[in-house]
């Protein structure tokens, strides 16, 4: 794997520079009083989105000459072009900090992903005997602090962010905790049902809908809305069944055409908050039935693998041979794992933990660690 340098000149500003676009265009420059550290974000083998979050200031992005635009608002976003697949690009925002991300592999080329979830802001207990209220935040950081000693492609987050999705500076909070792991890595969200009422993380996240797909190397990712149902529909202002139904035809019409379009890829993972199996007793009750009964038939057809947020606990679970797993706490409260199902939960553990995926063409493996960083599963996936 090949490396380039983004270079960073000016104090409060960040200039983007590589290789492959050094001769066709002069380096694009990204100026303003940033708050968080730049997102990388939709990263295919030949862009990447930066995003980013300031106050009160107008930004100005430019291109030699030409202003490519300037808005006063809050999140930031312009998109670097000309980039190589395979390869590490390095950069520095002066005060936002130094990092680096990866563009796709090159067919042949293995590739590491994490995966945590329910990092929510509030005080919660370290184990669920304890009572001493640890701080959320504080759990929070040691997971971003143990996360960061790897070296992932990209982090996928499962949902529940933060405890109230139209806060901003509970997200100011979050970008706070997780920048020493988003600087040096690309980053893809879940939506789920904490999200709801977002307009900030969802244009700072930059997708056009709640529900998404890309490919990583020769494989290939779609992120599902679960809280279509439930929750997007106080976003919108809608509360009727007949609106409810449309949102969740649209999405799962676009599920089947996603699936069929990308199943010559060697594997494909389906990530949504809301999880099939649980080994939570008064979750149960919170499963989706709707899902088991109009996206799981999909999942096998294809055999995906499928990634789960929302229990705040780990899990993982076998049925019908598909493999499903839960990765739902980073701050947010343990929950028992007092009900497994029998003959598919197979794995069940009170812990926060993060979740590692090694891809390998069509091999892959997957390894469990609890917040300090210790093994606490591992699966031969495929």
């Given amino acids: ?106 067919v042949g080329q293995p590739f590491e992903f994490l995966m945590y979830a329910e990092s929510r802001n509030g005080n919660v207990s370290n184990t669920i005997e304890q009572q001493d209220k640890t701080n959320g935040d504080d759990i929070h950081s040691q997971m971003i602090a143990t996360m960061s000693k790897e070296d992932p492609d990209f982090v996928m987050h499962l949902g529940d962010a933060i405890q109230t999705g139209p806060d901003q500076q509970e997200w100011f909070d979050f970008f706070r905790i997780t920048a020493p792991l988003m600087r040096k890595t690309n980053v893809a969200l879940v939506y789920g049902n904490h999200e709801a009422n977002a307009p900030l993380v969802h244009d700072m996240f930059n997708q056009p809908k709640t529900y998404y797909s890309f490919n990583w190397g020769t494989s290939h990712f779609i992120v599902l809305d679960s809280e279509y149902d439930r929750v997007r529909l106080a976003q919108a202002g809608k509360s009727t069944e007949s609106e409810q139904e449309k949102l969740w035809q649209e999405e799962l019409t676009w599920f089947k055409e996603d699936l069929e379009a990308n199943k010559g890829a060697d594997n494909i993972f389906v990530a949504f908050h809301l999880p099939v199996h649980t080994a939570t007793a008064y979750k149960r009750r919170d499963r989706s039935f709707r899902i088991q009964r109009e996206w799981v038939p999909l999942i096998e057809k294809y055999n995906a693998i499928v990634l789960n947020g929302h229990e705040h606990n780990y899990q993982r679970a076998q049925a019908n041979g598909i493999h499903y797993f839960v990765t739902g706490s980073a701050g947010a409260s343990l929950e028992k794992v007092d009900w497994p199902e029998p003959g598919i939960t197979k794995k069940a553990l009170a812990a926060f933990a993060y979740t590692k995926f090694r891809v390998d063409g069509k091999h892959v493996t997957m390894e469990a660690f609890d917040v300090h960083g210790k093994k606490i599963d591992e699966e031969n996936v495929r």
Avoid: C, I
Wanted: hydrophobic share 40%.
């Fill in 1 to 106: 794997m090949t490396m380039h340098w983004f270079h960073a000149a000016l104090p409060m500003a960040a200039v983007l520079a590589t290789a492959a676009s050094a001769q066709e265009t002069r380096n694009p420059e990204v100026s303003g009083p940033f708050v968080t550290s730049p997102v990388m974000l939709n990263t295919s083998s030949a862009s990447v989105t930066v995003s980013w979050l300031e106050k009160g200031a107008d930004v100005t992005v430019r291109q030699g000459a030409e202003v490519q635009s300037s808005f006063p608002v809050e999140v930031r976003k312009t998109t670097f072009t000309h980039l190589k697949p395979g390869t590490v690009y390095t950069y520095d925002a002066g005060p936002a900090g130094k990092g680096k991300f990866k563009t796709p592999p090159l």
